[in-house]
């Protein structure tokens, strides 16, 4: 990520890493993947689950070092088109209400299917 800024911002500007931790890192092939992956099949066939990198921070790194594994799944659907980055965390932020239905009923299917 350093590399790309870098990059981006050019030469001739001096910047400073305040605080730095480890990454968290999933495992795709971790079973939960494979649940998240069935179950957006099921609700999308044409789905494809992507993996995200965040450049800030979560709460699972303090549930990391618990040896706790953490998974973000937020299931959304949106018309073809809209830049979800654009509206995420953003002064206006926003997701269709049929978008979030879906997600609803697809979130509800994955976490109703576990076994503690």
């Not at 870098?6 to 001739?12: F, K, R, S, V, Y």
């Not at 699972?60 to 949106?78: E, H, I, N, Q, T």
Request: some cysteine.
């Amino acid at each position: 990520m350093i590399r790309e800024i870098e990059a981006l911002i050019g030469p001739g500007y001096e910047y400073r890493i305040d605080r730095e931790l480890p990454a968290v890192e999933g495992d795709p092939d971790d079973p939960m993947g494979e649940r998240i992956r069935d179950v957006l099949a099921r609700h999308d066939p044409e789905g494809i689950p992507i993996p995200t990198m965040i450049p800030g921070f979560t709460d699972a790194k303090a549930y990391d070092r618990l040896g706790m594994k953490c998974w973000g799944f937020s299931p959304v659907r949106l018309p073809p088109g809209v830049k979800f980055a654009q509206m995420f965390h953003g002064h206006n932020e926003r997701i269709p209400v049929d978008g979030f239905h879906f997600g609803v009923r697809a979130l509800f299917d994955l976490v109703s299917g576990l076994v503690l």
